[in-house]
Structures are given as structure tokens and as C-alpha cells.
């Protein structure tokens, strides 16, 4: 299985902060990577498919990029409801595998 | 708008087989994927499997043996059945919508909406 690592774990960060969330395959997957935000005793939604395509209903300030192995989610000006865990997710072969998490707190 | 419903015991005797449905409404359950997904208690989350209306189906090979699932799109729902459990499929379970199939991008098997989860405990 591909294995899916987010980095960091955790971060506190300020309202209007710019906010860079790093996600990395064992292996290459070209563009077939997913972000997800997760909050408290909700369901995960989309944010982000295909490495870079803004989902219809997500505000612009969520922006995905990367390619092969290595994939970045940034949120360009951070608001109050985005505190929350935010998930990578590799579709391109065997299971889909997720990655562990990166929960962005109020500092 | 389209909603998903999971439904099914909470409880579940170990060895027993785990059974949930998902109910769609707002949208025709045909020409798309659906999915289950289960998240254990403070963990990510953990795909489970992909289902068609046509009856095709991908499970991840950590379950392949144990689980199954179906589509009945008279009533526009899916079930899936996860047999011999043990307290480690102990989780929330969700059911999500994939792509549309014949999209321009539906091989990215995104899940863009889904169900608010369902919780399962294994125990005696």
C-alpha cells in the first residue's frame, strides 16, 4: 500500500495567517491526491481533488499544489472556521490510503 | 441537495457480522461510485471499499476477506456487511458519494459528499 505522510502534526495559528500543510507519498502518484477538512464530530468534506482542483463551494483561499510525491495545501488567510484536522488521501493504485492528520489550532 | 443516511446496530457482538445501509436522497444513486469509510476513535480514516450501480466493486485487501457490499437502486441505497468482527472494527463509519462515472474526472475517486457517520462498537 502507499503510505501517506502530513507534516507537520499539529500547528497554532492566528486568524489571517497564511497556513502551508505538507502531505508526501511512499511512492509516485502523479496527481491523484485529495484534501479533506475534518472538524469535531463531523464528517470529513472535500476540499481539494486531483492535487490542485478547487471543490464547487470552497472558498479560494484553500489552495492545493504538487505533483508525483510531494504535495502542499495552503490556506492563504486563515478564518475562524477553519481550525480543524485536514487530510490527504492518494486514489492513483491499490487501497486508498489516507494520511494521519494535521489538526490547525488557535494560538 | 443530496444526503446520505447511514443506519444500522451500534452494537455488535465479536464474530458477528457488522451490517449497515446508506440511504440516498436528492439525487438518483445511479452513474456513481459509492463508498464506506471508517474512522477508528481519535485515528484518520480508513477506506474501506467502492461500489457501482452496476454491481462492481474494490474493497482495500486489509478487509477483502471479511467484507461485502451491495447496491439496490430501486430504493436508492447500499449496504455493506463486514463479517467476524472484532473489537478493532470498532469505528465511525461513513458513507460517501464518488464521482460521477464518465466525468473528465472521475479516476480521482474523490468523495465529495457525505453521510454524518454512524457509530459502531464491537463488544460482548
Known amino acids: 500500500d502507499i503510505q501517506m505522510t502530513q507534516s507537520p502534526s499539529s500547528l497554532s495559528a492566528s486568524v489571517g495567517d497564511r497556513v502551508t500543510i505538507t502531505c508526501r507519498a511512499s511512492q509516485y502518484i502523479s496527481n491523484y491526491l485529495n484534501w479533506y477538512q475534518q472538524k469535531p464530530g463531523k464528517a470529513p468534506t472535500l476540499l481539494i481533488y486531483a492535487a490542485s482542483s478547487l471543490q464547487s463551494g470552497v472558498p479560494s483561499r484553500f489552495t492545493g499544489s504538487g505533483s508525483q510525491t510531494d504535495f502542499t495545501l495552503t490556506i492563504s488567510s486563515l478564518q475562524p472556521e477553519d481550525f480543524a484536522v485536514y487530510y490527504c488521501q492518494q486514489t492513483y493504485t491499490g487501497p486508498q490510503t489516507f494520511g494521519p492528520g494535521t489538526k490547525v489550532d488557535i494560538k | 441537495q443530496v444526503q446520505l443516511l447511514e443506519s444500522g446496530p451500534g452494537l455488535v457482538r465479536p464474530s458477528e457480522t457488522l451490517s449497515l445501509t446508506c440511504t440516498v436522497s436528492g439525487a438518483s444513486i445511479s452513474s456513481y461510485f459509492w463508498s464506506w469509510v471508517r474512522q477508528p476513535a481519535g485515528k484518520g480514516p480508513e477506506w474501506i471499499g467502492r461500489l457501482y450501480t452496476s454491481g462492481s466493486s474494490n474493497y482495500n485487501p486489509s478487509l477483502y476477506s471479511r467484507v461485502s457490499s451491495s447496491i439496490d437502486t430501486s430504493n436508492n441505497r447500499f449496504s455493506l456487511n463486514l463479517r467476524s468482527v472484532t473489537a478493532a472494527d470498532t469505528a465511525v463509519y461513513y458513507c460517501?458519494?464518488?464521482?460521477?462515472?464518465?466525468?473528465?474526472?472521475?479516476?480521482?475517486?474523490?468523495?465529495?459528499?457525505w453521510g454524518k457517520g454512524t457509530t459502531v462498537t464491537v463488544s460482548s
Open positions: 460517501a458519494r464518488g464521482p460521477k462515472v464518465g466525468t473528465s474526472d472521475y479516476s480521482f475517486f474523490y468523495m465529495d459528499v
